[in-house]
């Protein structure tokens, strides 16, 4: 059997659970878009979790220089594309991996010589894993039943424990900067219903000033002069700009609110892997 061109990702299922045991073993879950390297010899390609490719040369030049033939490594890509974090190696040399127990797979990849920008998953090894999450500001963390093989489906063999609630979400405007603030104030965003774009509030913090910079002018030849906002309260009436709703960004986020808007909300990353038609509230 050849090297598959293509392979469904496994998924986590969420857990609100706070659990620690010998039959499991946990990982830092990295906050970014999910990312299936192949390497036939000197040929990479990358995909998201919906097959859709990926342009990212420095990851892909590290994957070529791997000293295997053929390879297919599964990760997650931080927003800004600096590093791909490894966390399965699904196939190597003509070897299909996904068989084979969690703790082969994993032994597989730490032989690999990762080389900046990519890099290992980050083992946890601590009693309480999720308070390590916490204390040092991961989203989560993945627990991981040891012995499990890697199936294509969204599997009860793993879990992931969120410490921060995360949601997609599509730009439906923005707001002007104040102050010695550059490029925007505020991204205003929402969800679908149907075909109704529900408004869910604004996202003010999580990008430095060149992010700001750059997201404004990404969305300056979006703007249109009506809302695409169909349903929800609270939309500013003045120092906005409407645009044509195309942009998924990826918040993060503590809780929704009574009124159903975001509470405390910071802009994580913007997604290319994802439609902004599909994005709708998670549950």
């Not at 969690?102 to 080389?115: G, H, N």
Request: proline residues 6%; hydrophobic residues 45%.
């Amino acid at each position: 059997m050849g090297m598959p061109d293509w392979i469904e990702p496994m998924a986590a299922t969420l857990t609100h659970e706070r659990f620690a045991g010998p039959e499991w073993t946990f990982e830092h879950k990295v906050d970014g878009i999910r990312l299936l390297a192949f390497k036939r010899g000197a040929r990479v390609e990358l995909y998201s979790r919906n097959h859709l490719p990926q342009d990212v040369p420095a990851v892909a030049r590290a994957v070529a220089a791997l000293p295997c033939d053929e390879l297919i490594l599964d990760g997650e890509l931080e927003w800004n594309g600096s590093a791909f974090t490894v966390f399965d190696v699904l196939w190597r040399d003509g070897a299909d991996l996904r068989e084979r127990p969690i703790e082969e797979r994993r032994a597989v990849l730490d032989a690999l010589p990762l080389a900046s920008p990519l890099r290992r998953v980050v083992v946890v090894e601590d009693a309480a894993p999720w308070e390590r999450a916490a204390r040092e500001g991961w989203e989560g963390v993945i627990a991981k039943r040891r012995g499990s093989v890697y199936e294509s489906r969204r599997s009860p063999a793993w879990l992931k424990m969120k410490i921060e609630a995360t949601q997609e979400l599509v730009v439906g405007g923005f707001t002007d900067p104040r102050g010695k603030r550059k490029g925007l104030g505020a991204l205003l965003v929402g969800y679908y219903e149907g075909d109704a774009l529900v408004f869910a509030g604004k996202v003010g913090t999580g990008l430095d000033t060149a992010e700001l910079v750059a997201l404004r002018a990404r969305l300056d030849p979006l703007v249109q002069d009506a809302c695409p906002f169909t349903r929800g309260t609270g939309l500013p009436r003045s120092a906005r700009h409407w645009v044509r709703p195309e942009v998924v960004v990826q918040v993060a986020f503590m809780e929704w609110t009574g009124h159903d808007k975001l509470r405390h909300p910071r802009l994580v990353g913007i997604r290319s892997d994802k439609a902004a038609r599909d994005v709708v509230r998670e549950q």
